[in-house]
């Protein structure tokens, strides 16, 4: 039974902000106890410390205890480095002294492969009903900069080194004290990693770009607390607005959407690294949508879903975080660049396009305005290229625009080879700190240290290349992206379609559902299908054909024959009684299995021509729903071309995901996207029977979906699969 949300964050933070610690395996002998009492002490812990020591021996100048129920008092968290095999036993210690959480650092678990996973399953065993809260095993431990308690053995954290790295120096000259080095690296970005090492070599590298950080934490093996958890606790936290993840898997990934919505809703920016990204499992190979939805697909579509800032390594998570831990949130993706310099604003506005930041026109009292402010001979449009050493500050530029309500983020492209350059434009670049868009620059020299220094006291992100700061303002973009609530999907919830689905299990003796039974829920839905009826025998065939009028299509119909195409089981555009009769026989020859079920043969009205689209769900990622469109037909695994959005989604959401798909250039001379509404509004349609199924579904492949050339829409081909049985 999954642990109450409530519960799980309480736990976290009374691990976080400890009253009493105690340090299990304390050892003069152990650089890593070493380092992990020194954090406690150099940030000035003021809680009780308490030292176990199975040996009794005094560490660091302090007594310790043999066990922990020697303490005598309560226990608020743990800090585990004894060796593997004694974690168990000191975590059920744990549970029977009422220990609130613990922090395993000993290696050796499942990390190390078969008898590391039976350990770490007797590990979590141990802390099962009213035992402590877990970070780990295998974890770098913690730091709290809100509260000023430090949990890790990293050198990252290692307090003289950091302030000298820092060039962090105490008052009046002296020595820095542990307040010092907090409130320089105090700030509102939360890190959390699945690789302690990763998360606290991200808080070392942000606190030299100038970020300020509230927590840091290591998940490590997740035999107990899990990201999920972290990212829950932090999402709700009143310090952090902005959190880093190292993500390398979920336990469950609906939770996690659960959190990014809430992230979104309370303005908390999420800025994501999945690694180890891979395709669908074999079942997706039933049918095109699961093999072209794989779990990569399925991540980047909740996290644009979600405004989640997706990232593909450390310098574009510190570049993410940067800008949104300095700014306020964008509006959008239109961003105006002012530039000292005209090749750079040529090169920042090619990288804004391929980072998908429009570069919107400025209004013309804007253009106006800096008219009279330039010489004639600078560009006066976005970008504003002010040609090399204006009269006018370029930051004044800036700033004569700022207010222009077709601008979302302001770019500044300067160089800083020279504190003199920097000095005047700080008065406008105070002024445009202080506004509501946020800023963005960039230099094309390398900068001088007081430069840097100079930015970074006005809180004002800076990034060394136009390609990183087009990234920059992607992330903020991304924030920003927002699904419109007026847009819903179709409310299918009388139709009962999950009693035709039950009756799919009952007819079924496997999980792929033939083409004739999932048309019928589709046009119980709402879903246009073309026209047929399934024949049991060659005279039903006729007598079907003959109603519908004009060439028919011939379909086998087995739950065993997935792909019916592929193995001959189909004949197209066939007309006259003669000809059904022949194409019946060829039909129902085509595959000649032992055993194999065949429910008849489904006779179907020939669609005229048009584009074909692919429509698909997938539910296999553990997201939830998700709805594929594509290019469709024979060729959609060779063009691979596809959107992925979860369910549902409305119709203003599905168009936008044809658009991307460039179906809008089909008719260039509709720029309201007309044509394509049925599609839009079947996209959202299916969607919606999606969320009615449920998990009970697994995969559903519309394909091809034929858009005519006055935007009518029919399904021509479908398949169905099952979630397994439980």
């Not at 008719?667 to 049925?678: F, K, S």
Request: with cysteine; glycine share 10%; proline share 6%.
């Amino acid at each position: 039974m999954a642990a109450d949300p409530v519960e799980t964050r309480n736990a976290l933070a009374r691990a976080l902000s400890p009253r009493s610690v105690a340090l299990v395996g304390a050892s003069e002998r152990s650089s890593a106890s070493a380092a992990v009492l020194a954090a406690l002490r150099d940030y000035g812990y003021t809680g009780e410390l308490h030292l176990v020591n199975r040996r009794g021996e005094p560490v660091g100048g302090q007594v310790t205890h043999r066990r922990l129920a020697d303490i005598g008092g309560p226990v608020d968290l743990a800090l585990v480095m004894v060796p593997a095999a004694g974690v168990p036993g000191v975590i059920a210690e744990c549970a029977q002294l009422g220990v609130g959480a613990a922090v395993v650092f000993s290696s050796g678990f499942a990390e190390v492969g078969a008898q590391g996973r039976v350990l770490q399953a007797e590990l979590a065993a141990a802390r099962r009903g009213s035992g402590p809260r877990l970070l780990g095993p295998n974890a770098e431990g913690f730091l709290n900069l809100v509260d000023g308690v430090a949990a890790s053995f990293s050198s990252s954290v290692e307090f003289t080194r950091l302030a000298a790295d820092l060039g962090i120096s105490g008052r009046d000259g002296g020595a820095p004290t542990p307040q010092d080095v907090i409130e320089r690296a105090r700030g509102t970005v939360a890190v959390v990693a699945q690789s302690g090492g990763l998360a606290f070599s991200l808080f070392r590298r942000g606190l030299a770009r100038g970020m300020g950080f509230s927590r840091v934490l290591s998940t490590g093996n997740e035999a107990d607390l899990a990201m999920a958890d972290v990212l829950d606790y932090l999402v709700e936290d009143p310090h952090t607005r902005v959190v880093l993840a190292y993500l390398e898997g979920l336990r469950d990934p609906r939770r996690f959407v659960a959190t990014a919505a809430r992230a979104r809703e309370r303005g908390t920016a999420l800025v994501v690294a999945k690694v180890g990204r891979s395709p669908a499992g074999a079942r997706a190979a039933l049918s095109h949508t699961g093999h072209l939805a794989g779990d990569e697909a399925a991540y980047q579509a909740v996290f644009d879903r979600h405004g989640v800032v997706s990232v593909r390594d450390a310098d574009e998570m510190l570049d993410a975080g940067l800008a949104l831990s300095l700014n306020p949130r964008s509006a959008g993706n239109r961003a105006a660049i002012v530039s000292l310099s005209g090749g750079n604003a040529v090169w920042m506005a090619d990288a804004c396009a391929e980072a998908g930041i429009e570069l919107s026109p400025l209004e013309e009292t804007s253009s106006e305005r800096i008219r009279a402010m330039l010489p004639a001979f600078a560009s006066t449009t976005n970008p504003v290229d002010v040609s090399g050493e204006p009269g006018v500050p370029p930051a004044e530029v800036l700033a004569a625009i700022a207010d222009d309500p077709g601008l979302d983020i302001l770019v500044l492209i300067t160089t800083l080879a020279r504190p003199s350059r920097l000095e005047v434009d700080r008065p406008a670049l105070e002024r445009l700190r202080k506004g509501p868009k946020p800023i963005l620059l960039t230099t094309y020299t390398d900068p001088d240290p007081t430069c840097t220094a100079t930015l970074r006291e006005l809180g004002i992100p800076v990034y060394p290349n136009t390609r990183r700061c087009a990234w920059a303002a992607a992330a903020l973009a991304a924030t920003a992206t927002t699904t419109d609530v007026h847009d819903p999907a179709p409310d299918l919830r009388g139709l009962n379609l999950g009693g035709t689905l039950a009756e799919w299990r009952n007819a079924q003796t496997g999980d792929s559902v033939p083409e004739y039974r999932v048309g019928r829920l589709l046009r119980q839905a709402g879903v246009p299908v073309a026209a047929g009826s399934l024949a049991i025998d060659a005279d039903e065939a006729v007598s079907i054909a003959a109603e519908l009028g004009g060439p028919v299509a011939l379909k086998l119909q087995s739950a065993g024959v997935a792909h019916k195409a592929k193995v001959g089981a189909v004949a197209l555009g066939v007309e006259g009684a003669a000809a059904v009769r022949s194409a019946f026989a060829a039909v129902t020859s085509a595959v000649a299995a032992p055993g194999l079920a065949v429910d008849g043969v489904l006779v179907q009205r020939m669609v005229p021509t048009g584009v074909e689209v692919i429509v698909g769900v997938q539910n296999a990622s553990g997201f939830g729903p998700m709805v594929l469109v594509g290019i469709g037909g024979g060729l959609v695994e060779v063009v691979g071309r596809t959107e992925l959005h979860p369910a549902p989604l409305g119709p203003a959401a599905a168009l936008k995901l044809l658009r991307r798909l460039r179906l809008d250039r089909l008719h260039p001379d509709d720029p309201q996207c007309t044509t394509l509404l049925p599609l839009a509004a079947l996209v959202s349609r299916v969607s919606a029977i999606a969320v009615e199924l449920g998990d009970e579904l697994e995969e559903l492949d519309l394909n091809p979906v034929i858009l005519g050339r006055d935007g009518d829409v029919t399904v021509v081909d479908a398949l169905a699969v099952l979630s397994p049985p439980g």
